[in-house]
């Protein structure tokens, strides 16, 4: 069955650097996945896209790439501020149609 | 900004009774999904809902769950008989995808809190 597998310890970074979130997964071709933002307690936000035809995605901050031959995709948040920290989730469409899978998510931590 | 918006934002019910999670949708969008997220686990699919029937659903969505959509702007998601397993944050979400192919933003609501006692 597909799995997702996103870093499970919290990362924890300095503010202005850069955080980089791994999301890797296995017994599936996606076309497309998708990196999500989760607040405590909050329905998860949608941040970027990127489809199977797509090498890397740009949008401010973020940039997501996605490598179907090593079956992982990495999701960077450039200068880094503390209101980046939350869960961040990764998402591949389901087979079978267009609901998600989701990862269990990758907590970030900017301190000052 | 349009939002989904969802009711209660908490539920408190016994073992084995019924609950109406409610949902109102995005307006001009087509696709309608209820997921969940038990406490400290991964958000997890349940159900999609098109064209005024289901598409698809997860292993989870068995016969004590059932979704409608009343009228045109509400969409719900009944429990018919609780367990203490079914405890969890309820995301309902919609998304356009007016031509199908998939790929479209997924937009959340805020969630449902259902405690089970």
């Known amino acids: 069955s597909q799995k997702i597998e996103q870093n499970s310890e919290a990362l924890n970074i300095q503010e202005g650097k850069t955080a980089t979130l791994t999301c890797n997964y296995t017994n599936y071709s996606p076309a497309y996945l998708q990196w999500y933002r989760q607040d405590p307690g909050r329905g998860p936000v949608f941040l970027l896209l990127i489809r199977e035809n797509e090498k890397e995605k740009r949008k401010e901050r973020l940039k997501v790439t996605f490598d179907t031959t090593l079956k992982q995709s990495l999701f960077h948040i450039t200068a880094s501020q503390p209101a980046d920290s939350a869960t961040y989730l990764c998402?591949?469409?389901?087979?079978?149609?267009?609901?998600?899978?989701f990862g269990k998510g990758t907590s970030l931590l900017v301190t000052p | 900004e349009p939002e989904v918006t969802q009711t209660p934002s908490h539920q408190v019910t016994q073992m084995g009774q019924e609950v109406i999670l409610r949902c109102v949708p995005i307006?001009?969008?087509?696709?309608f999904y209820w997921y969940r997220q038990i406490l400290g686990q991964k958000v997890e699919f349940l159900v999609s809902f098109y064209n005024n029937e289901i598409s698809e659903k997860s292993e989870i969505f068995d016969d004590q769950f059932s979704v409608e959509r009343p009228d045109g702007s509400n969409f719900t998601l009944k429990i018919r008989s609780t367990k203490l397993e079914d405890s969890a944050m309820y995301f309902c979400?919609?998304?356009?995808?007016?031509?199908?192919?998939?790929?479209?933003?997924?937009?959340f609501g805020p969630g449902t809190r259902l405690t089970v006692l």
């Open positions: 979400a919609s998304s356009v995808s007016v031509l199908g192919g998939g790929g479209d933003t997924q937009y």
């Open positions: 998402a591949l469409d389901r087979s079978s149609g267009y609901a998600l899978n």
């Open positions: 307006s001009n969008h087509l696709y």
